[in-house]
């Protein structure tokens, strides 16, 4: 199916892995011209030209660093501006779920979670405000979580955060709609992939996490990263231009919510 993203440029964060990295190579393979980001500098730069063999070398573009760091975020933003004269699309997908304590409340752990999973979307879609190309439109999607709709095994601190990812399209897509940029929201389910979380849950009890995913997941399987990208670039493309402040659930069922 065309997307109709030919041409079309795409920042996404996070992005040298899972979820943020099957969506640059989605969009990529919808022939749209990708800023990809990530944290680990040398592993970043494999990622690229991993990206440019199968892409080519004027389509894919890298800045490196933490984006919850005020500085890096600043820098990355100055670099989109060298490389794009607008942005079609904003893919906010920095985002960490691993427990730093076993305090629930623990008040750092609280404080370093917003920082990772809400703060860095909000500052990320301030800096980039000046990017959109004027009564263009455009489209700006969220990661978020299912610990965010239903009670399930996650810091409490990730699952507030993420939740206010969702407040923070479903706000936003109003504010943005007179300029015709879309605000949207995806709520990834259980996503396995090298180096992942899941892999890491896994290796520590494969039984116990094989058995919830079947008791706990209808389609009796975890997601594929690729899944979740499929849904970002629909939400990027025209095939959803009728779509804002809406979430996209794709979690094989799991969700009991009816909303």
Not at 120 to 147: H, P, Y
């Amino acid at each position: 199916m065309d997307l109709q993203l030919k041409g079309k440029n795409v920042v996404i964060t996070a992005s040298t892995d899972g979820i943020g990295y099957a969506a640059a190579r989605k969009f990529l393979e919808e022939g749209a011209c990708v800023l990809i980001n990530g944290r680990n500098e040398p592993k970043a730069k494999e990622r690229k030209e991993a990206l440019e063999q199968n892409f080519g070398k004027n389509r894919v573009y890298l800045y490196s660093g933490d984006i919850t760091i005020d500085e890096t975020i600043l820098g990355f933003r100055k670099y989109a501006g060298e490389i794009f004269d607008h942005i079609d699309c904003l893919v906010a997908n920095v985002g960490s779920g691993k427990p730093v304590s076993q305090d629930h409340l623990n008040m750092e752990a609280w404080k370093r979670s917003f920082e990772i999973n809400l703060f860095s979307a909000v500052r990320l879609i301030q800096v980039f405000d000046n990017l959109w190309k004027d009564r263009t439109g455009g489209s700006i999607i969220t990661v978020s979580s299912l610990a965010a709709y239903n009670r399930i095994s996650a810091p409490y601190a990730y699952a507030a955060a993420k939740q206010g990812i969702s407040v923070l399209s479903k706000y936003l897509s109003d504010d943005y709609a007179v300029r015709k940029i879309r605000v949207n929201s995806v709520i990834p389910g259980n996503v396995l992939y090298n180096g992942g979380r899941w892999e890491e849950l896994l290796a520590q009890d494969e039984a116990g996490i094989r058995n919830y995913i079947e008791t706990s997941v209808p389609l009796k399987r975890f997601a594929a990263p690729e899944e979740i990208a499929n849904g970002i670039a629909f939400l990027a493309s025209d095939c959803a231009s009728f779509i804002t402040g809406a979430t996209l659930l794709i979690d094989g069922g799991q969700s009991r919510t009816i909303i």
